[in-house]
């Protein structure tokens, strides 16, 4: 009897090792699905992330295209007056407002991906980049006017100065930009855990 209620208790624990053992698995299975779930997720987000920030960089670039035209992508002002057409600078201002526009629309994009970080730095882009806008059509509209209409030396070095402002400002906004989109696709998604 004694062998009997041993083989039972012994079968008994083996049951409930079982259980426990196939339980154990399920529970393991279960969190192994989330977490290639969760990877996943993390891994399609930072692609999303990723095509955002480019197009949004890739918006800036005619910004670049546009003063160059004119000679005035150095930071340092215009390299020569022969690049001063007027119908250089009309294709300018028309490319500097089109591109402030599209970054609008990328910046949406950059807003509805995230994180607030990104957002934030694509945000000052954008507003620099309007900013930027508004400085080269003044400094256009300094240069198309005629000497004698109440232009002088010193109001075109303030307005040379304030373009000058706006651009540096615009650059140090796309730089930083680029350092944020960076640090956040380089973080492979861990800040959505950390919050």
Same mark, same amino acid.
């Given at each position: 009897?004694?062998?009997?209620?041993?083989?039972?208790?012994?079968?008994?624990?083996? %049951?409930?090792?079982?259980?426990?053992?196939?339980?154990?698995?399920?529970?393991?299975?279960?969190?192994?699905?989330?977490?290639?779930?969760?990877?996943?997720?993390?891994?399609?987000?930072?692609?999303?992330?990723?095509?955002?920030?480019?197009?949004?960089?890739?918006?800036?670039?005619?910004?670049?295209?546009?003063?160059?035209?004119?000679?005035?992508?150095? %930071?340092?002002?215009?390299?020569? @007056?022969?690049?001063?057409? @007027?119908?250089?600078?009309?294709? @300018?201002?028309?490319?500097? @407002?089109?591109? %402030?526009q599209e970054l609008r629309k990328q910046l949406t994009e950059i807003q509805l991906n995230g994180p607030d970080s990104a957002a934030a730095a694509a945000k000052e882009v954008y507003i620099c980049g309007r900013i930027l806008n508004d400085e080269f059509r003044l400094q256009v509209e300094s240069v198309r006017r005629t000497p004698w209409r109440g232009r002088s030396a010193e109001d075109d070095e303030d307005r040379s100065l304030a373009f000058h402002n706006a651009l540096t400002t615009f650059e140090a906004g796309r730089d930083a930009f680029a350092r944020c989109a960076r640090s956040v696709v380089e973080d492979l998604g861990l800040e959505e855990r950390r919050a």
């Open positions: 009897m004694d062998q009997a209620i041993a083989a039972l208790a012994g079968a008994g624990i083996g %049951v409930v090792g079982s259980l426990g053992t196939a339980g154990i698995a399920y529970l393991a299975a279960g969190r192994q699905a989330r977490d290639r779930g969760r990877i996943e997720h993390a891994q399609k987000l930072r692609e999303e992330r990723r095509a955002a920030y480019r197009l949004f960089q890739q918006a800036t670039e005619p910004i670049d295209d546009a003063l160059h035209r004119i000679g005035w992508g150095a %930071v340092d002002g215009p390299t020569s @007056s022969f690049l001063f057409t @007027s119908r250089n600078l009309r294709l @300018s201002e028309q490319q500097i @407002s089109e591109a %402030v």
